[in-house]
């Protein structure tokens, strides 16, 4: 199917798992940052898409409806670039792997 033989196929196989549990890794490490309203809500997120830490400015917090919306955005906003920065790390590596990379992104 991929022509050579089944050994090279399992032995690219354990690379892209060793690549890939490498870049797990490192995402895990890796922050992003977003903010709202001007800077007064930060969310920071890393490459697992989990949130890291949240910061208020103590005004935003005399109105909850504003408090609410600057949250989530801020939040959305992390996370959307903690998605956008896995993509790009991904794409490297699945770049690297030749046509392999193309079959396991769904290229071929």
Do not use: C
Request: net charge neutral; hydrophobic share 45%; aromatic share 2%.
């Amino acid at each position: 199917m991929f022509g050579g033989n089944m050994m090279e196929l399992l032995q690219q196989a354990q690379k892209i798992k060793g690549q890939m549990q490498t870049l797990q890794d490192a995402l895990a490490d890796k922050r992003v940052e977003a903010t709202s309203g001007g800077g007064m809500v930060k969310a920071v997120a890393n490459g697992k898409q989990r949130l890291i830490s949240l910061s208020i400015e103590p005004e935003v917090l005399k109105d909850a409806t504003m408090a609410q919306d600057l949250i989530v955005a801020a939040v959305n906003q992390a996370l959307q670039a903690s998605q956008e920065m896995v993509s790009e790390e991904m794409s490297k590596v699945m770049g690297n792997l030749g046509p392999m990379g193309a079959f396991l992104k769904g290229g071929l």
